[in-house]
């Protein structure tokens, strides 16, 4: 079993949408959180059964932060 870091934001129209930055093009949408793991995932299995031979880069994600300009 692997463990992936994803990453979390809600959408101009409520959704919740999540990626995962090791692999790419890897995300899904849901309108609660606990769908949204669920459907998360499903989206990995999906994708690494789809690509059995792909060795995700091991991506730690250090800070998600937000700034004004």
């Known amino acids: 079993m692997r463990e ?3 990453v979390v ?3 101009e129209d409520g959704w ?3 990626s995962v930055p090791s ?12 769908e949204l793991r669920e459907r998360l995932k499903e989206a990995i299995e ?3 059964e ?7 880069e091991s991506t ?3 800070s998600v932060d937000r700034i004004a300009v």
């Open 4 to 6: 992936f870091t994803y």
């Open 9 to 11: 934001e809600k959408d």
């Open 16 to 18: 919740y949408v999540a």
């Open 23 to 34: 692999l790419p093009g890897c995300f899904t949408q849901a309108q609660t959180t606990e």
């Open 46 to 48: 999906l994708y690494l």
């Open 50 to 56: 789809e690509l059995p031979e792909f060795s995700p």
């Open 60 to 62: 730690t994600v250090v």
